[in-house]
Each structure stands twice: as structure tokens, then as C-alpha cells.
């Protein structure tokens, strides 16, 4: 436990911080499975729609220092090239 007035803000912040984080990685997460659902059942306009969506979350991940961006750009280009191939 922190013992300074500074010290224990700070873990004030940090837990607020953190849930947000998380708020925002499983908001991510929940789009990147959606497409993946659409690519498994074989709807390409589906997948591709729900690509279209998940596109500026992840980005927005980014830019918030969840995720890396290339990360984010790997992620993109798999299930491109996976809706690709259907």
C-alpha cells in the first residue's frame, strides 16, 4: 500500500487507467471475433462488412496505446487475406 499522499493517487489513476485499457482491448477483441464468426461461416459480404467495422476500432485501439500499431496492421492484413481467399 502506498504511504505518500502522490503515492496513493497515483494508484487512484492507475486503477482507473487499467479498466479503462481493458474496457477498450475487449471492445477490440469483440470485433476481431465477429469477423472471425463471419469468415467461419462462409458469408464473404458479411465478413467484409464486419471488417469494414472492426477497421477503425482497432485503429483506434492504436491510438490510444492499447494495442501497437503494427500489431493492429498484422491483425488487418490475416483477416483481409482470409476474406480474401473465401
Not at 493517487?9 to 481493458?22: M, V
Given at each position: 500500500?502506498?504511504?505518500h499522499k502522490s503515492a ?27 469477423v472471425e464468426t463471419a ?28 494495442l501497437h500499431k503494427n ?16
Amino acid at each position: 500500500m502506498p504511504h505518500h499522499k502522490s503515492a496513493e493517487k497515483r494508484l487512484r489513476q492507475t486503477e482507473k487507467r487499467t479498466a479503462i485499457n481493458r474496457a477498450r482491448l475487449s471492445r477490440a477483441r469483440t470485433f476481431v471475433k465477429k469477423v472471425e464468426t463471419a469468415i467461419a461461416s462462409g458469408n464473404k459480404a458479411a465478413a467484409q462488412s464486419a471488417l469494414q467495422v472492426a477497421q477503425p476500432e482497432l485503429h483506434r485501439a492504436t491510438t490510444k496505446g492499447v494495442l501497437h500499431k503494427n500489431t493492429v496492421a498484422r491483425k488487418l492484413s490475416r483477416l483481409a487475406t482470409r476474406i480474401n481467399a473465401l
